[in-house]
């Protein structure tokens, strides 16, 4: 019994492997981008920016469905060429109509890339610091793990970095988009 138990001891203490831990952290980056005060009033402005755009359209919507009843009730009136030509020019209003919403959605979406790819390339190069500061081996973000504990989460810590570094998100004019 000696001999396994010693047999034991010799196999677990000079055969086995040495084993090496690395220091892990988690980072929640929809967390940091929704707690940056710099980044929500970007989207607040942008927002309201979209809300005047909207009533614009309401009411050249308005102004559409309006044209359009008034060919409808002119039909008993006209003749069939006078009605083809007010539909034509009609759909061409919708047409124009619809190419400025989409290029104003274009406009919003692409504001709302540029500014998250700023932000998140800042978020990477503070984790990037912090990590290196803290040697700490591997940064998981929130869609590479399940559950973590406070102490190993560094969210917090990048929220204090960019708030001391106050980055500016600007709307980039429709004339630098197109």
Not at 108 to 120: L, V, Y
Request: net charge negative.
């Amino acid at each position: 019994m000696k001999l396994l138990i010693k047999l034991f001891t010799f196999t677990f203490v000079f055969i086995s492997a040495p084993l090496y831990a690395n220091n892990l952290s988690t980072i929640n980056i929809e967390y940091i981008i929704e707690k940056n005060i710099e980044f929500q009033n970007f989207l607040n402005n942008l927002n309201e920016e979209q809300k005047l755009m909207n009533d614009i359209f309401k009411k050249k919507n308005l102004q559409l469905e309006n044209e359009k009843k008034e060919i409808e009730d002119l039909q008993l009136i006209l003749n069939t060429q006078e009605i083809n030509i007010k539909n034509n020019l009609f759909i061409k209003k919708v047409e124009e109509f619809n190419a400025e919403i989409k290029q104003f959605d274009y406009y919003i979406n692409k504001n709302i890339e540029i500014n998250q790819n700023i932000i998140i390339n800042k978020i990477i190069k503070i984790a990037s610091d912090i990590s290196n500061s803290q040697n700490i081996d591997i940064v998981f973000d929130e869609t590479n793990f399940f559950i973590s504990s406070d102490k190993i989460d560094i969210s917090n810590l990048v929220i204090e970095q960019l708030t001391l570094e106050k980055e500016t998100y600007l709307i980039t004019p429709k004339e630098d988009l197109f």
